[in-house]
């Protein structure tokens, strides 16, 4: 099993560029969340879906976050434009279909620096 | 969710057993204890959970007081890769996937 794959790992752009983020979860994971880490703000969760569908997006901190799920292994993160305190480290993590409690996968993380 | 409260950080000797306590005097009834842990410039990495009986697997071990207002996470022979930033995490089971949110944690130094 490969794991949570996330892609790029690193990436810096300028501000006002798009910038989008791609994860691929562990096959037959029904669930995938997408978090922040900042050294300010610690981990936070940004939006998760259910089989596709964004269950809660509370976390996505404005408009210009926005993402997508388009099938069972593949989702992406997307900010336009972008902005320097958008800086931070985004994990995609999955979950297998429900077992009473909450086994979260997560993968390695993309670096975002925005200049 | 119940609130947790961990030291901001420890230190173990390598070989040596590393016991991180977690308080969660507020916790109810359903509410489960996870523990994650996330070495540096990884993803967050879960280890294990529990209600209310003690729990053990390939990772480590938890303890969970009779009242479930404390609980500690064990890890029997820390090794230096288990340097690592190590949460806890309550939440309740309702029935759909939840969020966790993660707090501080406690940052665990081994040594040799």
């Known amino acids: 099993d490969a794991g949570v794959i996330q892609s790029p790992r690193h990436e810096v752009t300028e501000m006002g560029q798009e910038v989008t983020l791609r994860c691929k979860p562990i096959?037959?994971?029904?669930?995938l969340f997408w978090y922040r880490q900042t050294m300010m703000r610690g981990l936070e969760l940004l939006i998760y879906?259910?089989?596709?569908?964004?269950?809660?997006d509370s976390g996505m901190p404005e408009d210009r976050f926005s993402a997508k799920m388009p099938n069972a292994s593949f989702s992406t993160l997307k900010i336009q434009p972008s902005e320097p305190r958008d800086s931070a480290v985004y994990f995609c993590?999955?979950?297998?279909?429900?077992?009473?409690?909450?086994?979260?996968?997560f993968g390695p993380g993309t670096r975002l620096t925005v200049l | 969710d119940a609130k947790t409260t961990q030291p901001p950080s420890m230190d173990c000797a390598e070989g040596r057993a590393a016991n991180l306590p977690c308080n969660h005097s507020?916790?109810?009834?359903?509410?489960?204890v996870y523990w994650y842990r996330q070495i540096h410039s990884q993803g967050p990495q879960y280890i294990i959970h529990?209600?209310?009986n003690n729990e053990t697997n390939e990772m480590a071990s938890l303890i969970i007081t009779e009242d479930r207002k404390s609980s500690t996470l064990i890890l029997p022979h820390a090794t230096l890769r288990d340097t690592a930033v190590y949460y806890c995490?309550?939440?309740?089971?309702?029935?759909?996937?939840?969020?966790?949110?993660f707090g501080t944690g406690t940052r665990l130094q081994v040594t040799l």
């Open positions: 993590a999955s979950s297998p279909p429900l077992r009473g409690y909450n086994e979260q996968f």
């Open positions: 096959s037959g994971h029904d669930y």
């Open positions: 879906f259910n089989n596709n569908v964004p269950i809660d």
């Open positions: 507020t916790i109810s009834g359903n509410e489960y």
């Open positions: 529990g209600l209310k």
């Open positions: 995490i309550v939440r309740a089971y309702t029935g759909t996937a939840s969020k966790l949110t």
